[in-house]
């Protein structure tokens, strides 16, 4: 059974920094492309970053390139994802997603697996 779980959300001042992570089994962990979606209240459910399962490539929205770091290790089969210069509109629950053998896909339909998410809320 694949099991997705993040951790490392909570309440942060804007300008301030989180890191997020997502703890994978049940899965062959470096087949799986990996990425990290979002949703605010609202507001439907937008991509933000991902992580190749094969050659090291990444790929961030635009509304958080230069912000945003993804990382894996594939030895803890974790994804990590670190944000930097938090905005109020950075506030969601951020969620991990899997997808076996996929490319940098931005479209949630492209993954099979989903974590249940962990709450991300910047303060102005």
């Known amino acids: 059974q694949v099991q997705l779980v993040e951790s490392g959300g909570g309440l942060v001042q804007a300008g301030g920094s989180l890191r997020l992570s997502c703890a994978a089994s049940g899965l062959t962990f470096g087949s799986y492309t990996m990425g990290w979606f979002r949703q605010a209240p609202g507001k439907e459910r937008e991509f933000v970053a991902a992580?190749?399962?094969?050659?090291?490539?990444?790929y961030y929205a635009d509304s958080v390139k230069g912000r945003f770091i993804i990382s894996r290790d594939n030895a803890k089969n974790t994804v990590y994802l670190q944000m930097n210069s938090l905005k109020p509109e950075d506030t969601a629950v951020y969620s991990c997603?899997?997808?076996?053998?996929?490319?940098?896909?931005?479209?949630?339909?492209?993954?099979?697996?989903w974590g249940q998410g962990t709450q991300v809320t910047v303060s102005s």
């Open positions: 992580y190749s399962w094969s050659g090291g490539n990444t």
């Open positions: 997603a899997a997808n076996r053998l996929g490319g940098l896909g931005s479209r949630g339909n492209q993954y099979e697996h």
